[in-house]
């Protein structure tokens, strides 16, 4: 159970803490631990109870496609027909294993999140330090955390010293939080709480004394996990769409049959008779191939990504970036490099000089390099001694790397200019005042040559700039003042609008006197040095690709634990904004401001968002659901625990493959390797491309299981025999219609498909494509019907060989006509001369194989008999291949037409 308190823990002083947690700084002793462990259980996140494997697998049962089948497979082995049942038993399993392993892996998220807690901790117990395990810990324990720990549990810091911490994984905070104690405002936000140590966070930098006052599920990182314990993984746009069509065959084959039956039982049929009717309108009303050609398709769709460096998780999700309307995305390491970069310099007076290149690579040179050279090298000089973090480097590029980001940045930009950290072994420091938050600079004292101690400083410009009375200009110094002062604060100014963190570099040489050793106050004699404007900079082809979203029509949307500025600055830079944009107040919204926002005021104005800054886990996800409920077809990156809720809501969920946690990964549909949002782009075409592919193969597939529904339909209530037999069905949808469908899977996008706008999310499967899926059915049903009415009337009604050569034309003329309609079928918007009639290769293989393939089943005698067909004449043979051709011209003529139009 939480500890209740009437003010948050944050508001508190450290003696208010330990008094309401009943605790000391002594530590608690082993005695009162065990009590409190009855009391709040152990240190550590329960699951939910998880449905067992049996029940996820009996969901799959209850799909309606896997219904039917189910309803095939047991007459036919009722009616003998053992062939049937176990072409369709085999592909009842492989549907059903494919569901299953989809859904059982959503339970893998929290697994991966409870692997992330820490296991053991210095505690001080009886006054005593010990090491123990982490799951012991209760409330009031005392712990100690030193750089590199893991923090165990959610703690109030009693005693701090030069402390950092990297909240990334919680908060989406980019860069190193300063930690210390200090008392703060009952409403400061979570990424605000310097006296605050969260569970899964770790100590990058400094130590400190703690006492928990949470654990387990009642910690952040506990609510997260309840939050995403709640949430299942949303069934995409795609699957809906499939099974919405699954219910309306299963409805159409259901009305049908209870038609046909009635007529049948009137005209005094046999029940047998209905059953052997009703087994092969079953098997007509199934496309039997589909499961298996659309389980290809995006298979080859998530091969083809993974090439392009985008691992797909789930094999819907590869169908539903193509409809994709809106990518809620990161801003460090998917937008940006994640390397933060030395950009610009600025030097007294007005000169501004640019760093060439981004990352850490050192073989770039600062333009205008003649300007102010002694003033630069001071500056570099101050950069690397008044520095904590160490670099190697290999062939100019830095190959390992310790400490602060910023500082690491600092470090590559003197190298630049030829300054190494091997300086420092020139210039011993014998001094230091650590950076703090209070302070917001550092100070370091160096030994130099001439036995004089040179002091270097950094640090927010305000606070340096007020301990200067001289400024550097051409190697010379000159006299501070007011006015200077105030226009390299405008510089700064402008500088930080730009989205640059702008630190300032100062200083000085002096001799300190053996009574002033231990003196840290060095007065405000310092010369100013410059000012140095670090970025994490875009990544270079962001700008075209979301240039290419827009085109598209879908909207780029930055999350960002980053402040607003800094945020605004580099959206500015990759055309998420406007640069000429002026009235950001409804495109930029902070976490803050979003709180204070009530719902309805978020739902109207959510299409104009653009950026959202110093964001929760749990706004993320109502941003994510304010999304969905405007009807978009949402995509979210993230890398973070905090982004798990999110990305498991989202219809596709994106995760870092580099940043990322294990618990971000298993929430999500898919993982970028190269952490890359221009990949994301490059995934949609693949995505849109695979839609318009299962389109094409799925108009192709119903047309002829419609035709079959209206053929046999037709044939028993007229009183006819069957025209075609359960076995013709099964082999002109699993064989005829399975290998030309794989090979319509896997044609080329078209050229304008990263023009078009997106699909809306409750647009059908066969939007813009009626005019065939109504008319080829109604045309190959009437055409076949009236070749088996002939032959019959030719051979006559009662002759078994008549009836055999009939349903042999007709199976003929069914698959001919298919093959025929495949070619029409590889672009329901140009005509086949256009896209070219050798542009397919696989189609062309695969019509050539099976019009062999159905050479010999009619023509050898053992597969005749197998199939119950018979040999046809060559006048016969010609009739039907010319029928055949009619759904292809029908589909030419009308794609010429809407051209025309």
């Not at 569970?199 to 910690?219: H, L, M, P, Q, S």
């Not at 049929?269 to 052997?276: E, G, K, N, W, Y």
């Not at 973090?389 to 190298?415: M, S």
């Not at 706008?757 to 065939?772: C, D, H, S």
């Amino acid at each position: 159970m939480p500890i209740n308190t009437p003010d948050p823990w944050h508001s508190l002083n450290s003696h208010q803490v330990l008094e309401k947690l009943d605790s000391r700084s002594s530590g608690l002793s082993e005695t009162e631990s065990k009590e409190r462990i009855k009391k709040y259980g152990l240190n550590e996140i329960i699951k939910e109870k998880q449905r067992p494997p049996f029940f996820i697998f009996l969901k799959q049962v209850r799909e309606p496609l896997v219904l039917i089948l189910f309803v095939a497979f047991f007459l036919s082995f009722v009616l003998n027909e053992v062939t049937d049942g176990l072409i369709i038993a085999a592909i009842l399993i492989m549907t059903v294993v494919v569901g299953f392993i989809q859904e059982y892996r959503s339970e893998k998220a929290v697994d991966a999140l409870i692997k992330m807690t820490t296991t053991t901790c210095r505690v001080i117990r009886d006054n005593r330090e010990k090491i123990m395990d982490t799951k012991y810990l209760v409330p009031g324990d005392i712990i100690l955390l030193y750089a590199g720990d893991k923090v165990p549990a959610d703690c109030y810091i009693i005693e701090g010293h030069d402390i950092q911490t990297n909240e990334a994984p919680l908060t989406g905070e980019s860069l190193p939080v300063q930690k210390f104690e200090t008392i703060l405002p009952a409403d400061t936000p979570i990424h605000d709480r310097k006296n605050i140590l969260y569970a899964i966070t770790a100590v990058v930098n400094g130590r400190a004394k703690a006492v928990i006052f949470e654990t387990a599920k009642n910690t952040e990182i506990g609510k997260i996990t309840a939050v995403i314990q709640k949430i299942t993984f949303q069934k995409t746009p795609f699957e809906l769409k499939i099974r919405h069509t699954a219910k309306i065959i299963s409805l159409i084959m259901l009305v049908i049959i209870g038609v046909v039956t009635a007529i049948s039982l009137i005209r005094g049929l046999f029940i047998l008779d209905i059953l052997i009717w009703s087994i092969s309108l079953a098997v007509a009303a199934v496309p039997e191939a589909l499961p298996a050609i659309i389980t290809t398709s995006l298979t080859l769709g998530a091969y083809k990504m993974a090439k392009k460096n985008a691992v797909i998780r789930s094999l819907p999700a590869v169908e539903t970036l193509g409809s994709t309307t809106v990518i809620c995305s990161d801003k460090t390491g998917t937008l940006t490099k994640g390397e933060m970069t030395v950009k610009e310099i600025y030097t007294y007076k007005d000169r501004m000089m640019e760093i060439t290149g981004t990352g850490y690579h050192i073989n770039e040179k600062i333009s205008g390099l003649d300007v102010e050279k002694n003033g630069l090298s001071l500056l570099a000089k101050c950069a690397v001694l008044c520095n904590d973090a160490k670099i190697e480097i290999q062939q100019d590029e830095v190959t390992k790397l310790f400490g602060d980001p910023t500082e690491i940045a600092l470090l590559v930009f003197a190298k630049k200019l030829g300054i190494s950290k091997e300086l420092s072994n020139l210039f011993p420091r014998v001094r230091e005042i650590p950076f703090t938050s209070e302070k917001k600079m550092m100070i370091t004292v160096h030994k130099s040559d001439d036995n004089k101690e040179e002091i270097f400083a950094k640090g927010a410009p305000e606070i340096v700039l007020e301990r200067c009375n001289r400024i550097s200009k051409d190697g010379n110094f000159l006299q501070m003042t007011d006015q200077i002062r105030d226009h390299i604060l405008a510089i700064n100014q402008k500088m930080a609008n730009e989205g640059s963190r702008v630190l300032a570099f100062a200083s000085n040489e002096i001799q300190i006197e053996e009574n002033q050793m231990n003196n840290l106050d060095f007065g405000n004699n310092f010369v100013f040095l410059g000012l140095v404007g670090i970025i994490d900079p875009p990544r270079e082809e962001v700008k075209y690709a979301i240039e290419k979203c827009k085109t598209s029509g879908i909207n780029v949307v930055m999350i960002t634990g980053d402040q607003k500025f800094t945020a605004l600055a580099i959206a500015r830079k990759i055309g998420i904004i406007d640069r000429n944009e002026t009235d950001i107040h409804n495109l930029v919204i902070s976490g803050q401001e979003l709180d204070n926002m009530d719902s309805d005021f978020l739902n109207r104005n959510i299409n104009n968002i653009k950026i959202y800054s110093r964001v929760l886990p749990e706004q993320k996800l109502a941003i994510v659901r304010a999304l969905k409920e405007k009807g978009h077809v949402v995509a979210v990156t993230g890398d973070g625990v905090n982004d798990a809720p999110a990305l498991k809501y989202a219809d596709i969920g994106i995760a870092m493959g580099i940043t990322g946690t294990d618990v971000a990964k298993e929430s999500s549909s898919m993982i970028l390797v190269d952490d890359n949002f221009a990949t994301i782009v490059s995934a949609i075409h693949e995505g849109r491309k695979i839609f318009d592919n299962i389109k094409k193969y799925l108009v192709y597939l119903l047309s002829a299981n419609l035709s079959e529904i209206l053929i046999l339909t037709f044939a028993v209530i007229m009183g006819w025999p069957f025209p075609l037999l359960a076995k013709h069905i099964l082999y002109i949808n699993l064989a005829t219609d399975g290998s030309p469908a794989i090979a319509l899977s896997m044609e080329r996008g078209e050229p304008d498909i990263m023009k078009r706008k997106p699909r809306k999310a409750n647009e059908t499967v066969f939007y813009g494509v009626k005019k065939w899926l109504i008319v080829i059915p109604l045309i190959l049903a009437t055409v076949s019907l009236l070749v088996f009415w002939n032959t019959l009337n030719t051979y006559g009604w009662d002759s078994e060989y008549g009836v055999q050569k009939a349903r042999t034309m007709v199976f003929i003329l069914i698959v001919f006509f298919e093959l025929f309609f495949a070619f029409s079928c590889r672009s329901f918007r140009h005509n086949i001369h256009k896209i070219g009639f050798l542009g397919n290769k696989f189609l062309i293989y695969s019509i050539i194989g099976e019009s062999i393939l159905l050479l010999f089943i009619v023509n050898y005698p053992y597969t005749q008999e197998i199939f119950d067909l018979v040999h046809l004449e060559m006048t016969e043979w010609i009739i039907v291949i010319a029928l055949s051709t009619t759904g292809f011209i029908y589909s030419e003529t009308i794609k010429w037409l809407n051209l025309k139009k």
